[in-house]
């Protein structure tokens, strides 16, 4: 027995219509779509079709819509991509706390990953630059927010390294994601002490060159971290 056809909404075809004229490349990233005028007399509908169907083109970060002006095909890029997801990813985290686990897991085996690229790659620059982040991340210890964000920023600057913009993105995204368990651990007696010190052992091992170190180091760092986290759950 075959399916009832489902009747769809108008502004539904407008989407599909705009959709197909984008990934065709008929309206490229950074040009502005037709006027809502011009695309009401173009597919002949009303004003809120087109509307609604600019609306869920924004919601699926396809354009953007300034106050005033015509919306605009957005240049697609990991960052805004991850920034799209941002907001259901963390509802996620608060409604199924299990889900925080696996998000760890991916961490874990994520930075080692990068670590062990960054003993590879990594020039005299690169390290420069990892050891001027550690000492501003130890330089911002008396303010909490600015610490963590400091805290990311070294996570970020590790995978940068790798020379794939893909990895650094992800890792902060997944660092914002858990944002909250963060600001616990750093809160601990002493743990700010104690990152700053195997953020270092990490830099350490990546100016040595010695990959299978630089991984060893990450998975000691993230995996105390964890074991803090589950005392403070224990214990909270």
């Known amino acids: 027995m075959s399916e009832a056809i489902q009747r769809r909404k108008i502004y539904q075809e407008v ?35 087109v509307r609604e169907a600019l609306q869920a083109l924004q919601r699926s970060g396809i354009v953007e819509i ?21 907001s259901g990813a963390m509802h996620l985290l608060r409604t199924q706390p299990g889900t925080l686990e696996h998000l760890k897991d991916v961490r ?32 911002s210890m008396v303010d909490l927010a600015r610490f963590i964000e400091l805290d990311m920023a070294f996570h970020r600057e590790i995978a940068s390294i790798s020379g794939n913009p893909i990895y650094p993105t992800i890792v902060e995204a997944m660092f914002r994601w858990a944002s909250e368990y963060y600001q616990a651990m750093v809160r601990a007696p002493g743990a700010e002490e104690l990152t700053l010190v195997e953020h270092e052992r990490i830099v350490d091992a990546i100016a040595a060159r010695d990959p299978d170190a630089a991984a060893a180091a990450m998975h ?17």
């Open 15 to 49: 989407y599909d219509r705009l959709m197909e004229r984008i990934r065709s490349g008929a309206i490229p990233p950074n040009a502005q779509l037709p006027s809502e005028r011009e695309l009401m007399e173009e597919y002949g509908v009303g004003r809120p079709a």
């Open 220 to 236: 000691a760092h993230l995996s105390r971290a964890n074991r803090l986290y589950q005392q403070l759950v224990r214990t909270g």
């Open 66 to 86: 300034v106050h005033g002006e015509r919306a605009r095909v957005v240049v697609p890029t990991a960052d805004r991509l991850m920034a799209q997801i941002a």
């Open 108 to 139: 874990l085996f994520l930075e080692q990953g990068t670590a062990r690229m960054a003993a590879q790659k990594a020039t005299e620059e690169d390290v420069a630059r990892l050891r001027l982040a550690v000492a501003k991340h130890r330089a």
